[in-house]
């Protein structure tokens, strides 16, 4: 089993900047794909970034935020720069082991979600 650990989250201005970080634990295969989404209050699951053998943005956070990642630990990083209210959500991290491509990934592992709070 894959544990993900999330942390960063918390409460920023406007025009301010966070840093996640997503840590998988347990038994992983070399190649991965993981992936950062989030939801906001009443509204569906976005997908917002993703690396593996490359990056991927969605166009809402393209050119403020950045994924980062560390094989040798699991480990992706989300720095979010220029922070919007409208980035208001709880953000969470996904993996997919043994798959090194990002883009058609159908994650199997999920973390549980850090919060992200934007204020005016």
């Known amino acids: 089993q894959v544990q993900l650990v999330e942390s960063g989250g918390g409460l920023v201005q406007a025009g301010g900047s966070l840093r996640l970080s997503c840590a998988a634990s347990?038994?992983?295969?070399?190649?991965?794909?993981m992936g950062w989404f989030r939801q906001a209050p009443g509204k569906e699951r976005e997908f917002v970034a993703a690396?593996?053998?490359?990056?991927l943005y969605a166009d809402s956070v393209k050119g403020r935020f950045t994924v980062s990642r560390d094989h040798a630990k699991n480990t992706i990083y989300l720095q979010m720069n220029s922070l919007k209210p409208e980035d208001t959500a709880v953000y969470y991290c996904?993996?997919?082991?043994?798959?090194?491509?990002?883009?058609?990934?159908?994650?199997?592992?999920w973390g549980q979600g850090t919060q992200v709070t934007v204020s005016s």
């Open positions: 347990g038994r992983t295969f070399g190649n991965y794909a």
């Open positions: 996904a993996a997919r082991f043994g798959v090194a491509s990002v883009i058609g990934v159908v994650y199997n592992y």
């Open positions: 690396s593996g053998s490359s990056t």
